[in-house]
Each structure stands twice: as C-alpha cells, then as structure tokens.
C-alpha cells in the first residue's frame, strides 16, 4: 500500500505546485509521468509479488476515495492555471495540460475503475463522479454491463480487433460503449425502476463545465473539455491494449467462452503497476471484478499473454499504427502460436 500511495499521489503534488507556481514544477510533473515511469519500470527489474490468497488491504479503499477527492479538486485547479489568471506562460500551460491529461488517464481512471466495482453505493458514486468530470459518465454503466460480460469478443465495443488502428478504434469504441450502455441500463430500469444513471452523468457532467466556466469563462469551459478528451483518449488507449486481438470462442450453443487469463494483456513492471493500481494485471481483474487492487496476481506465463513493455509504454505506440503493428501485432501472432500448439497438447 505506501507504493501505490507514494507513485499515484506523488504527480498530484507535483501538478497542484505547477499549477501554482510553473516554472520547474511544471517540467516535473512532465517528467514524473512520461520519462520517470518508463526507466524505473525498465532500469529495476522487479516484481510486486502476489499478496497472499484472502489478503485484505484495509487502507485500499482510503486510498481510492484519497485520490479520487484528489482528482476532483485538482481539476479545477489545472483549468483556472490554463484559462484563469495564473501568470503561466503558453508552453508552460500546454505542458501541464499534457501532464494533468496522463494523470487523470492513468490514475483516475483506475481509482475510479474500482471505485465502480466496490459494493459500497457511496464509493460507486465517488467513481462515478470522476468519470462523469471526465465527460465520460457512460463509462460507469458500459465497464460494467458490457465490457465484463463481452470483453474479448465482437460484442464489446471496448476489445480492439486485429489490425484495428487505434484512431479508428476510439470514436468506434467511443459511440459503441455509450449506445450499449445506455441499453443495459434501460433493460435493467424494466425489472428495478427509477431514474435512468444516464441522466445523472448528463447533470454531473454539465455541473463539471458549469465549474469551468466559473474559473474561467467560456475559455474554462473549453479548457475542460479539452482536458476530458485528453484524459479519456488515455483511457481507451488502455482499453485497446489490454484486449487487442484477443478472442474468446464462440460455443455451440451460441454464448461465449468463460473468460480466462488467455483474453487479457498483462504487464509485471513495478513502477506503472504502482501508479495505475495494478491495472496492468488485467486477466485477474477480469477473472475476480471485486478483488481488491492491491490483491490483483499475474497469471504464468504460458496461460495468458504478456506485453513486451510496460502498459504505458504500449500505449504510446498504439498511437503510431506502423509501429504497434511491428511490436504488438508480432507478440500476438506468437501468442497464437503458443496457444495453438498448447492446444495440442504434448504431442506438438
């Protein structure tokens, strides 16, 4: 727990001082996020080690509702530095919003990932919030609904299929995960009733640009939805590395195969696992949804595949299609190998 805290509030400090300050700060907010993460994960080759089986983390929580309140307070605080009176300089202020942007794409977004899986209806919300401040409150209904029961598959939005770029990915995944979304919760509201959760992420989402114009006039209210794209643009950059190519068979009977280790992507570096929650460690985030993050193990690796370098890293070259084909699209040809000749089993 004082890795995940320390690697995942560290950048809020740092973004909230060049916020208030600029100057070197800003740079290193930059740097914490881009270039620190990348070498420690490559430059020490070390591994968290699975927690016992049972374990619990009873500051797991603390920490999600730590960072979530984080999120919410530093937003407004990064839109007022950008579009307000801060005495930024023009690079200096896109840099921060390049940071903040990774930030809230790559912690947020986790901490309000398991905040959405947590039994608690108080935490649900507080997850729900930051997404909804991310202009992306569907995300809450379709992770859920949809995703866990269709990842790896055709039927999900969220899985990217085999030779798909990541910018046609986006806007598909985008609409996709919105529409379907909105229809599971409407199957649902039949049997339970009330109001559909789509109107309150509309509410929360306004009442968030409502905070930006306040800060910062019209410019504000821009300056936030350009950080909610850029902050949900690392969102599904995650989302389509961690199931890219990746298929779960179809059964005679028409239903899915059971999900299992095969269909996930997985990362074992220490520093970018520290800083997302151990979202890298996504088979068994889809194997047990409500174990906690800390408790999260990596499966072996024969039974599930492996990225070749840490998940932000993968990232970044899913943003350049010539390349991740190169790098990731080998991986998982080998990957079908493997499968396949496991498949057949000792006399392959």
Request: proline share 7%; charged share 15%.
């Amino acid at each position: 727990m004082p890795l995940f805290a320390i690697v995942a509030l560290m950048p809020f400090a740092l973004i909230c001082l060049a916020a208030s300050f600029g100057g070197l700060w800003v740079w290193a907010a930059v740097l914490y996020m881009t270039v620190l993460t990348a070498t420690l994960d490559q430059a020490v080759r070390w591994v968290m080690p699975d927690a016992p089986e049972g374990a619990e983390f009873p500051a797991a929580n603390a920490l999600l509702v730590a960072l979530a309140l984080a999120h919410l307070l530093v937003f407004p605080l990064v839109v007022w530095a950008i579009a307000g009176p801060s005495g930024l300089r023009i690079g200096q202020k896109l840099l921060l919003g390049f940071a903040a942007g990774l930030w809230f794409g790559q912690v947020s977004n986790p901490c309000a990932h398991e905040l959405i899986h947590r039994g608690n209806r108080v935490l649900y919300g507080l997850g729900v919030a930051v997404y909804a401040s991310l202009l992306f409150g569907h995300h809450a209904s379709a992770h859920r609904l949809v995703h866990h029961r269709f990842a790896a598959s055709l039927d999900d939005p969220n899985t990217a299929r085999e030779g798909e770029t990541f910018y046609h990915f986006w806007p598909r995944a985008w609409a996709g995960s919105f529409r379907q979304g909105w229809r599971a919760e409407a199957r649902l509201r039949v049997t339970k009733g009330g109001l559909h959760p789509y109107f309150i992420y509309l509410m929360l989402s306004l009442g968030a640009l409502g905070v930006g114009f306040v800060v910062g006039g019209w410019v504000g209210a821009l300056v936030w939805v350009f950080l909610a794209l850029h902050g949900q643009t690392q969102l599904l950059l995650a989302d389509y590395v961690q199931h890219y190519g990746l298929r779960r068979a179809r059964l005679p009977n028409g239903k899915l195969e059971p999900v299992s280790a095969r269909h996930s992507w997985n990362a074992p570096h220490w520093f970018s696992s520290g800083l997302m929650l151990n979202a890298p460690r996504h088979s068994d985030h889809h194997a047990h949804p409500n174990r906690p993050y800390p408790a999260l193990r990596l499966p072996a690796k024969e039974d599930a595949p492996y990225l070749p370098y840490p998940l932000p890293v993968c990232c970044t070259l899913a943003l350049f299609p010539r390349l991740w084909q190169r790098v990731v699209g080998r991986r998982l040809v080998k990957w079908r190998q493997l499968s396949a000749k496991q498949a057949l089993g000792p006399q392959a």
